[in-house]
């Protein structure tokens, strides 16, 4: 009893440190400093993955996949990116992979079963709106969903989205601005979506987010 | 005796030098609203992720116990690297229970 409160004494001291830092301690042989890693980031790589694969198992396996690459790459991390850049891109770099082998056993990706859960009452008419973007934002090409994802829904800056998807600056910043406009030119056509987009200031928002790519 | 230059004789500093100082020639870049907080989800990026929230419901423990099978996982390629007698010294990424649920073998 002494010696678990002791480690997890330990473990609240390593959780601290920033994620270089417990790169460099799992290195040295620390394995507990890397399951501090997994805590801190597998809640955005789980959202990144259910993104591009649609169903909980798959997106999970991404997860997986991605950390145990990560772990047995983690001496090829040089600490020029991000822990976090590094950590997603392989996770981008998986899901591309599996999307394509997906692709070619000639499965309907659109076939495949949603992980939705019970829809709270509040969120329904929210719900199929979001459903309705989120079907345009499905339809958009890998390079710009991919792109849009990580600076909408991740936060992430263009230097990071660049590292990720492993092109220039100004290509993952061109990626961004053609999937805003694309979605813009799908939705100006809803008639579901015109009350709501003009309500919420929706337009104002994309064109927010084109001036920062632009910028 | 070396004559001083100044260098107000390149034009571009002219220019400048006799700009009023209530005028900066460098207009600042008008910075993007800040993005929208508010708890009631009305833009397209908060609704999305609510719909996230909504799709993904993995239950209150579902990371803890994701969590552990990573680790544990990690833990069976520590004990297969090195253990001298495993076959191959790489571990498969491969997750075996999915995969012989979800493509069972055909005869």
Known sequence: MAERAKKTENLKAFEVLSDVELVEFTKNGHKSCFSILVRRHQKGLLRLSFRFMKDLDSAEDIVQESFIKAYERLGTFEGRASFKSWLFQIAVNTAKNRLRSRRERKVDIDELPLAVGPIAENTLVHGAIAKLIQKHVDDLPLKQKTALVLRVYEDLSFKEIAEIMECPYDTAKANYRHALMKLKEELQDQADLRHWTEESGFYTELHQYGVEAES | ?107
């Open chain 2, 1 to 107: 005796m070396k004559k001083h230059v100044s260098n107000l004789s390149r034009p571009s500093l002219r220019k400048r030098a006799a700009a009023p100082l209530s005028s900066p020639q460098i207009e600042p870049k008008p910075k993007p609203a800040p993005r929208s907080t508010g708890s009631s989800a009305t833009s397209p990026r908060e609704i999305l992720r609510e719909l996230d929230l909504v799709q993904l419901d993995p239950g209150p423990d579902y990371f803890n116990r994701l969590h552990d099978r990573i680790m544990s996982r990690i833990d069976k390629i520590e004990q297969k690297n090195s253990d001298p007698s495993a076959p191959s010294k790489k571990c498969s990424t491969v997750n075996t229970e999915k995969v012989l649920t979800e493509h069972p073998v055909v005869n």
